[in-house]
């Protein structure tokens, strides 16, 4: 059975064999519409958004979040990126396209010699403020500590 998914002009039909192909590639979670947890996988802190993913992909790191991101602009898929799940305008979910859910990446690398930190993309303000903080260092950002810093910045 293929998956149906949107993309910005309708809708299209990605076969069978590339989205087993696409989800064996992937060393996180895909989670799919009928799959245990997808109402929560799908859902933001803005439950006005209702969104309906055909793919979630919940990325263990770089190498999924790539392989994600090439599957969509292969197949011209809709794509949306979560970060810290915080998004008011619900731009980090999708109808029917992949979200790369970046939750599970949530390393914060901190640097006290050069001032600086790194951090990934699911990372919330909570867990930066929490390691600069051991070194005496503070990052200017949001106030609320679980909004993701991805989300925040790009913002």
Avoid: K
């Avoid at 039909?13 to 989800?23: H, K, N, W, Y």
């Avoid at 951090?119 to 600069?132: F, K, N, S, Y």
């Avoid at 070194?135 to 790009?154: E, K, N, R």
């Amino acid at each position: 059975m293929a998956v149906q998914v949107r993309n910005r002009t309708g809708s299209t039909i990605v076969d069978t064999a590339a989205v087993e192909a696409f989800i064996s590639s992937i060393h996180g979670a895909v989670i799919q519409a009928g799959d245990d947890g997808y109402d929560d996988a799908r859902a933001i802190q803005n439950g006005l958004i209702d969104r309906r993913p055909a793919l979630i992909v919940r990325a263990s790191g770089p190498a999924d979040v790539i392989a994600a991101v090439s599957f969509a602009r292969d197949n011209d898929l809709l794509l949306a990126v979560r970060g810290g799940g915080h998004n008011v305008a619900g731009n980090a979910v999708c109808d029917g396209g992949v979200v790369v859910d970046l939750t599970r990446m949530r390393s914060v690398r901190v640097d006290p010699a050069a001032r600086t930190a790194r951090a990934e993309g699911g990372a919330t303000w909570g867990e930066l403020d929490r390691e600069t903080q051991v070194f005496g260092l503070a990052a200017p950002g949001g106030i609320v500590s679980t909004t993701g810093i991805a989300g925040l910045t790009m913002h």
